[in-house]
T-cell receptor, first 113, second 115 residues
């Protein structure tokens, strides 16, 4: 158990819909990262938040957005969903002194039908 | 364009022997490299890392070697154990890039340890 929790574990929704994925980092970790794992692209970095502020963006679509709240939990919002958005979405967290040793949650499997 | 490449989708090794997983990268700005291990239905787990100022880092049965001139790194597991069966991801980052701590991952190698 990494200490990072993600909800829900599975999500099935239709094209055009909007969903919210939730992540609670390990206690004390200020950084939260979101990654998408699809069959053809592998694990791709989407976005990073540090102590409530956006710190870096990777390959995140404009239809996707995220935020980190004062209690440090984070939400990833996916809108106007397309079939190609079906993937595993992982959240990870880290301490400031070791940003690359990231602790991953179990992931949310999103299926868009 | 894949900046981190793991060209072997799978690798089968006998228990007790050495497992060698390979990774190549194209971005010369990468200066920190990591290996993650992933079991089914779980998130990736950090295994071992190496800075570009080193060419070797060892942790128990796991050793990572870095060849900067060849832009190549490898993970050695000795001896291989059944619990090592998992997908192994190579990852890299530009620590000097400033601000961005997101990792660039390879597509993974599925290691299967045969009894």
């Amino acid at each position: 158990d990494s200490g990072v929790t993600q909800t829900p574990k599975h999500l099935i929704t239709a094209t055009g819909q909007r969903v919210t994925l939730r992540c609670s980092p390990r206690s004390g970790d200020l950084s939260v990262y979101w990654y998408q794992q699809s069959l053809d692209q592998g694990l791709q970095f989407l976005i990073q938040y540090y102590n409530g502020e956006e710190r870096a963006k990777g390959n995140i679509l404009e239809r996707f957005s995220a935020q980190q709240f004062p209690d440090l939990h984070s939400e990833l919002n996916l809108s106007s969903l397309e079939l190609g958005d079906s993937a595993l979405y992982f959240c990870a967290s880290s301490v400031a002194s070791q940003p690359y040793e990231q602790y991953f949650g179990p992931g949310t499997r999103l299926t868009v039908t | 364009d894949q900046q981190v490449k793991q060209n072997s989708p799978s690798l089968s090794v006998q228990e007790g022997r050495i497992s060698i997983l390979n990774c190549d990268y194209t971005n010369s700005m990468f200066d920190y490299f990591l290996w993650y291990k992933k079991y089914p239905a779980e998130g990736p787990t950090f295994l071992i890392s190496i800075s570009s100022i080193k060419d070797k880092n060892e942790d128990g049965r796991f050793t990572v070697f870095l060849n900067k001139s060849a832009k190549h790194l490898s993970l050695h597991i000795v001896p291989s154990q059944p619990g090592d069966s998992a997908v192994y991801f190579c990852a890299a980052s530009e620590r000097a890039g400033g601000g961005a701590d997101g990792l660039t991952f390879g597509k993974g190698t599925h290691l299967i340890i045969q009894p």
